[in-house]
């Protein structure tokens, strides 16, 4: 399958899972702030990883929550993508978290850390200057 038809698909596929998600019942689901932030679906359609991340931090007894809520709302998540997309096989659909947004988080958080030191010790050296 050429590459860009599965760019097509995978983008396709975050966008109704997305607008899936809202739909759901479940309260392990429903009441996370879920962010879809990408799919990656094999070649043969056969399966999909979606990627997804939480606003907020959670417990290792909330996150296995989230995790399983997730598990059992696929079914549903995976017969509405089936009516939503004209695709010969719905992929069966398996759920990874993205940390990613938080590690750019954190990355940001301590870059501005570094730019503030250097900007207090540009400041001292200079007053050093000044009282010589």
Do not use: C
């Amino acid at each position: 399958m050429p590459r860009y038809r599965r760019n097509r698909i995978n983008e396709s596929v975050t966008e109704e899972i997305s607008t899936i998600l809202r739909e759901v019942k479940d309260p392990r689901v429903a009441g996370a702030m879920l962010t879809i932030t990408g799919s990656d679906v094999t070649a043969d359609l056969k399966f999909a990883k979606i990627y997804y991340s939480v606003y907020g931090e959670f417990t290792e007894e909330e996150e296995k929550e989230l995790k399983k809520g997730l598990r059992s709302v696929s079914s549903f998540i995976r017969s509405q993508l089936a009516q939503r997309l004209n695709l010969r096989i719905t992929p069966e659909l398996s759920f990874i978290r993205d940390n990613g947004v938080k590690h750019g988080a954190d990355i940001a958080a301590i870059l501005k850390t570094l730019e503030n030191e250097r900007t207090e010790t540009a400041d001292a050296a200079e007053e050093e200057e000044d009282d010589d």
